[in-house]
Protein backbone atom coordinates (compact mmCIF):
# COMPACT_ATOMS: atom_id res chain seq x y z
CA UNK A 1 0.00 0.00 0.00
CA UNK A 2 1.88 3.08 -0.83
CA UNK A 3 2.52 6.13 1.44
CA UNK A 4 -0.90 7.71 1.95
CA UNK A 5 -3.17 4.94 1.36
CA UNK A 6 -3.50 4.47 5.40
CA UNK A 7 -6.85 5.05 6.35
CA UNK A 8 -5.60 7.82 8.84
CA UNK A 9 -8.75 10.05 9.55
CA UNK A 10 -9.01 12.93 7.42
CA UNK A 11 -6.66 15.74 7.55
CA UNK A 12 -4.23 13.44 10.10
CA UNK A 13 -1.31 11.39 8.03
CA UNK A 14 1.31 9.62 9.72
CA UNK A 15 4.61 10.68 10.24
CA UNK A 16 6.85 10.17 7.13
CA UNK A 17 9.69 7.15 8.30
CA UNK A 18 12.96 8.89 8.96
CA UNK A 19 15.33 10.00 5.53
CA UNK A 20 12.25 10.13 3.64
CA UNK A 21 10.36 13.66 4.87
CA UNK A 22 11.98 15.01 1.87
CA UNK A 23 10.07 13.17 -0.38
CA UNK A 24 6.33 13.11 0.52
CA UNK A 25 6.82 16.79 1.70
CA UNK A 26 4.25 17.26 -1.83
CA UNK A 27 2.12 14.41 -0.90
CA UNK A 28 0.99 15.51 2.75
CA UNK A 29 -1.60 18.16 1.69
CA UNK A 30 -3.51 15.10 0.08
CA UNK A 31 -3.61 13.27 2.89
CA UNK A 32 -6.70 14.44 4.26
CA UNK A 33 -8.76 12.85 0.96
CA UNK A 34 -11.27 10.09 2.26
CA UNK A 35 -11.36 7.15 0.80
CA UNK A 36 -14.24 6.38 -1.41
CA UNK A 37 -15.36 3.58 0.26
CA UNK A 38 -14.66 5.69 4.22
CA UNK A 39 -11.69 4.89 6.34
CA UNK A 40 -14.04 2.40 8.22
CA UNK A 41 -13.57 -1.16 8.84
CA UNK A 42 -16.39 -2.03 5.98
CA UNK A 43 -14.90 0.57 3.91
CA UNK A 44 -11.33 -1.45 3.61
CA UNK A 45 -12.45 -4.65 3.38
CA UNK A 46 -14.68 -3.36 0.35
CA UNK A 47 -11.74 -2.45 -1.51
CA UNK A 48 -10.25 -5.17 -0.43
CA UNK A 49 -12.80 -7.46 -1.73
CA UNK A 50 -13.37 -5.10 -4.90
CA UNK A 51 -9.81 -5.94 -5.44
CA UNK A 52 -9.76 -9.71 -5.12
CA UNK A 53 -12.16 -9.71 -7.93
CA UNK A 54 -9.87 -9.33 -10.78
CA UNK A 55 -6.87 -11.54 -8.97
CA UNK A 56 -6.15 -15.10 -10.98
CA UNK A 57 -6.70 -16.71 -7.04
CA UNK A 58 -10.58 -15.71 -7.99
CA UNK A 59 -10.91 -16.62 -11.35
CA UNK A 60 -9.69 -20.17 -10.52
CA UNK A 61 -11.54 -20.69 -7.52
CA UNK A 62 -15.04 -19.58 -9.12
CA UNK A 63 -14.07 -21.78 -12.24
CA UNK A 64 -13.58 -25.10 -10.02
CA UNK A 65 -16.74 -24.20 -7.97
CA UNK A 66 -18.91 -23.45 -11.16
CA UNK A 67 -17.62 -26.88 -12.64
CA UNK A 68 -18.42 -28.87 -9.02
CA UNK A 69 -21.53 -27.06 -9.20
CA UNK A 70 -22.09 -28.66 -12.69
CA UNK A 71 -20.74 -31.86 -12.58
CA UNK A 72 -22.74 -32.69 -9.41
CA UNK A 73 -26.30 -31.54 -10.64
CA UNK A 74 -25.14 -32.98 -14.13
CA UNK A 75 -24.01 -36.31 -13.08
CA UNK A 76 -27.01 -36.94 -10.81
CA UNK A 77 -25.00 -36.94 -7.15
CA UNK A 78 -27.37 -33.98 -6.34
CA UNK A 79 -30.63 -32.27 -7.94
CA UNK A 80 -30.69 -28.71 -6.45
CA UNK A 81 -29.93 -27.18 -9.37
CA UNK A 82 -30.56 -29.19 -12.63
CA UNK A 83 -30.25 -27.79 -16.20
CA UNK A 84 -30.52 -25.07 -16.96
CA UNK A 85 -28.70 -24.16 -13.89
CA UNK A 86 -31.11 -21.21 -13.03
CA UNK A 87 -29.79 -21.08 -9.26
CA UNK A 88 -26.57 -21.01 -10.84
CA UNK A 89 -27.49 -17.91 -12.57
CA UNK A 90 -28.66 -16.37 -10.08
CA UNK A 91 -25.72 -16.52 -7.63
CA UNK A 92 -24.06 -15.25 -11.36
CA UNK A 93 -26.44 -12.01 -10.97
CA UNK A 94 -25.87 -11.77 -7.27
CA UNK A 95 -22.33 -11.56 -7.31
CA UNK A 96 -22.41 -9.04 -10.70
CA UNK A 97 -24.69 -6.97 -8.50
CA UNK A 98 -22.28 -6.59 -6.11
CA UNK A 99 -18.89 -6.81 -7.74
CA UNK A 100 -19.76 -3.82 -10.48
CA UNK A 101 -20.23 -0.98 -7.92
CA UNK A 102 -17.31 -2.64 -5.53
CA UNK A 103 -15.03 -2.48 -8.62
CA UNK A 104 -15.94 0.90 -9.68
CA UNK A 105 -16.00 2.61 -6.37
CA UNK A 106 -12.51 1.01 -6.17
CA UNK A 107 -11.49 2.54 -9.35
CA UNK A 108 -12.58 6.05 -8.45
CA UNK A 109 -10.84 6.03 -5.65
CA UNK A 110 -7.52 4.98 -6.90
CA UNK A 111 -7.99 7.78 -9.74
CA UNK A 112 -8.52 9.72 -6.81
CA UNK A 113 -5.18 9.03 -5.34
CA UNK A 114 -3.36 8.59 -8.44
CA UNK A 115 -4.78 12.87 -9.74
CA UNK A 116 -3.56 13.49 -6.40
CA UNK A 117 -0.23 11.82 -6.35
CA UNK A 118 0.04 13.38 -10.21
CA UNK A 119 -0.64 16.33 -9.11
CA UNK A 120 2.16 16.38 -6.17
CA UNK A 121 4.88 15.04 -8.70
CA UNK A 122 4.30 18.08 -11.36
CA UNK A 123 4.67 20.36 -8.28
CA UNK A 124 7.52 18.72 -7.41
CA UNK A 125 8.91 18.80 -10.70
CA UNK A 126 7.80 22.23 -10.87
CA UNK A 127 10.25 22.73 -7.83
CA UNK A 128 13.22 21.04 -8.94
CA UNK A 129 13.24 23.13 -12.40
CA UNK A 130 12.96 26.28 -10.18
CA UNK A 131 15.60 25.11 -8.13
CA UNK A 132 17.64 24.20 -10.96
CA UNK A 133 16.87 27.51 -12.99
CA UNK A 134 18.14 29.71 -9.34
CA UNK A 135 21.60 27.32 -9.24
CA UNK A 136 22.01 28.29 -12.80
CA UNK A 137 21.37 32.11 -12.34
CA UNK A 138 23.45 31.83 -9.23
CA UNK A 139 26.41 30.24 -10.45
CA UNK A 140 26.15 32.84 -13.88
CA UNK A 141 26.53 35.83 -11.49
CA UNK A 142 29.21 33.78 -10.22
CA UNK A 143 30.65 33.51 -13.06
CA UNK A 144 30.37 37.45 -13.25
CA UNK A 145 31.84 38.24 -10.29
CA UNK A 146 35.06 35.84 -10.89
CA UNK A 147 35.17 37.15 -14.49
CA UNK A 148 35.50 40.60 -13.40
CA UNK A 149 37.86 40.01 -10.37
CA UNK A 150 39.89 38.38 -13.09
CA UNK A 151 39.57 41.53 -15.16
CA UNK A 152 41.15 43.54 -11.93
CA UNK A 153 43.55 41.20 -11.41
CA UNK A 154 45.01 41.31 -14.95
CA UNK A 155 44.60 45.01 -14.24
CA UNK A 156 46.77 44.87 -10.67
CA UNK A 157 49.40 42.73 -12.61
CA UNK A 158 50.27 44.96 -15.28
CA UNK A 159 49.71 48.10 -12.46
CA UNK A 160 52.34 46.13 -10.21
CA UNK A 161 54.92 45.09 -13.46
CA UNK A 162 54.66 49.27 -14.40
CA UNK A 163 55.76 50.15 -10.86
CA UNK A 164 57.87 47.53 -10.66
CA UNK A 165 59.58 48.86 -13.83
CA UNK A 166 59.34 52.68 -12.92
CA UNK A 167 61.13 51.80 -9.38
CA UNK A 168 63.94 49.44 -11.44
CA UNK A 169 64.51 52.81 -13.28
CA UNK A 170 64.61 54.61 -10.64
CA UNK A 171 66.96 52.72 -8.85
CA UNK A 172 69.02 52.44 -11.79
CA UNK A 173 69.09 56.64 -11.91
CA UNK A 174 69.87 56.64 -7.99
CA UNK A 175 72.48 54.15 -8.75
CA UNK A 176 74.21 55.93 -11.54
CA UNK A 177 73.94 59.34 -9.25
CA UNK A 178 75.55 57.84 -6.08
CA UNK A 179 78.29 56.03 -8.25
CA UNK A 180 79.15 59.54 -10.69
CA UNK A 181 79.59 61.77 -7.28
Given at each position: ????D???A ?13 F ?5 Q ?14 L ?8 F??P ?13 I?L?TL?F ?9 L??L??S ?13 QT ?6 K????A???H??D????G??RL?H ?5 A ?15 V ?9 L ?5 R ?5
Amino acid sequence: MPANDSPAAPGHTAPPPPGTDHFFRFHRQHGHLAPTFGSDWFALKAEAFARFFGTPLFLISQTVVVLIWILLNTLGFTAFDIYPFILLNLAFSLQAAYAAPLILLAQTRQADRDKAHAEADARHREDLHRSGEERLAHTAEELALLSKMLRENTALTEAVRDLTARVEKLSAEIHRKVVAD
